[in-house]
């Protein structure tokens, strides 16, 4: 059964599974979409075409689906998708798409934003990522699964980070990060590889080490970056995890990526 605390305002037309809870003080807007088992601790607000999926957990202050704060944004039809088992803690903002670009803002499965945190509109977001307090991630940014961000970071527009990236606290990130980096600072640099969060998802050492040996052959001082990106696909071809990073830097050859500091 749907659980509703007598103070929450409830609009009509608002789609609810099996087992809701909706605690003290929580708004629902009209076209508002929740799967079974999602909760809303208290003062939780939902507007516009937001849809949550099954067993999310939304505690105070959340703030969904309002306008995007894009200038460019003239209120066409635009909302957030978010995925199962996702948690979102106090004060965190979710802001959709925009009718100029991406209409829909995407969160995976099994993400989890801590306190304060922001994701901006037309944000793309995958599986198993972790944003930790205050982050602040900024409009049309992609975010592939598994990835760790430290609190007070903050990511620029349009920013690509691949999957299984750790982006360190309080880094100011304005240029794309690549598969499995470890990029920290302000301005963020690439200081190595996400080591421990691979072991910890149980990555072999083999595999492992061999992304440090391809790792090593992209970031070093001979030749053009170019070549060296063309002898790790070569050399690692039949390795997923650098052909992973190829990949990244292929699909969007015009973008900058972060790069490691001169003399680190």
Do not use: W
């Not at 059964?1 to 009509?12: D, G, L, R, S, V």
């Not at 939780?44 to 200038?71: A, H, W």
């Not at 198993?128 to 007070?152: E, K």
């Not at 070569?234 to 650098?242: A, G, N, R």
């Amino acid at each position: 059964m749907t659980n509703i605390h007598p103070t929450a305002i409830i609009e009509k037309g608002a789609e609810f599974g099996e087992g809701v809870k909706i605690g003290p003080y929580c708004l629902v807007g009209s076209d508002v979409k929740l799967g079974d088992g999602v909760e809303l601790v208290a003062h939780v607000s939902l507007s516009g075409n937001t849809s949550i999926g099954r067993e999310c957990k939304l505690y105070p202050n959340v703030s969904m689906g309002y306008p995007p704060q894009d200038f460019k944004h003239k209120g066409g039809d635009v909302g957030i998708e978010i995925g199962e088992h996702c948690t979102f803690r106090e004060n965190v903002t979710v802001h959709p798409g925009t009718d100029v670009g991406k209409p829909i803002t995407r969160i995976g499965d099994h993400c989890y934003f801590m306190a304060g945190s922001h994701l901006a509109h037309e944000g793309q977001m995958g599986s198993h990522v972790t944003l930790s307090n205050y982050v602040q991630i900024g409009g049309n940014v992609t975010i592939g699964d598994h990835v760790t961000f430290g609190g007070l970071c903050a990511i620029h527009q349009h920013t690509r980070i691949g999957p299984h990236a750790f982006i360190a606290g309080m880094a100011l990130v304005t240029n794309d990060i690549i598969p499995y980096g470890f990029v920290m600072g302000n301005k963020a640099y690439l200081a190595g590889l996400n080591v421990v969060g691979l072991k910890r998802r149980g990555f072999s050492r083999e595999i492992i080490h061999n992304l440090r040996a391809a790792y090593r052959l992209l970031f070093a001082p001979e030749g053009t970056f170019a070549e060296r990106l063309e002898d790790a696909e070569q050399l690692y071809s039949e390795h997923e995890l650098v052909m992973d990073i190829v990949e990244f830097i292929r699909t969007q050859e015009s973008r900058s990526i972060c790069m490691p500091q001169m003399g680190r």
